[in-house]
């Protein structure tokens, strides 16, 4: 396995405890597989020869499953599964973003995020964003890409 996918698995288990959270969506080759579905931009990466060091999952939705989820009504794997295939979709999900500390601070989150919009933008009428943080930074990520896109921001109560 390449050291930075290693290092990448690690920092995402660190981070949010998916074992230990179902409300999560467990991220593996079946949901990557239909998160391209919906859309190729969707799941994201930059890498060099040691793989992967910048990451990011984004799912387009629909306004009422956004509404359903920042309830708290339906969690991330339920949210995934009622995502209508095919559909029109006019809300994303920022679901997460991972950078390994020797290439934070450099935009790359950011630049990741807001391109993959842009381009789930060309192909759906994308009003708004969503989230659920788990850090400051992931906050802070998500406030700045929607101040970037223009868009309005949904936060979901920890």
């Not at 288990?13 to 949901?31: C, H, I, K």
């Not at 990011?56 to 949210?79: C, D, G, Q, V």
């Not at 009003?127 to 921001?153: C, N």
Request: charged share 30%; proline share 8%; aromatic share 6%.
């Amino acid at each position: 396995m390449q050291e930075n996918l290693r290092r990448m698995i690690e920092l995402a288990e660190r981070v949010f405890d998916v074992r230990n959270d179902p409300d999560q969506l467990s991220v593996n080759e079946e949901t990557l597989g239909r998160l391209r579905r919906i859309h190729p931009a969707t799941v994201t990466e930059r890498a060099d020869a040691n793989g992967p060091f910048a990451w990011m999952l984004l799912i387009p939705a629909t306004r009422p499953l956004m509404e359903r989820f920042i309830a708290k009504e339906i969690n991330e794997r339920e949210l995934l599964d009622l995502i209508p295939m095919p559909g029109s979709y006019d809300t994303i999900y920022l679901c997460s973003a991972l950078v390994l500390p020797e290439f934070r601070r450099k935009g790359l989150a950011k630049e990741l995020v807001c391109n993959s919009v842009e381009a789930i933008r060309q192909d759906h009428p994308i009003t708004s964003l969503f989230y659920w943080p788990f850090t400051r930074e992931g906050d802070a990520l998500a406030q700045s890409v929607a101040r970037q896109l223009k868009l309005p921001l949904m936060k979901r109560p920890s």
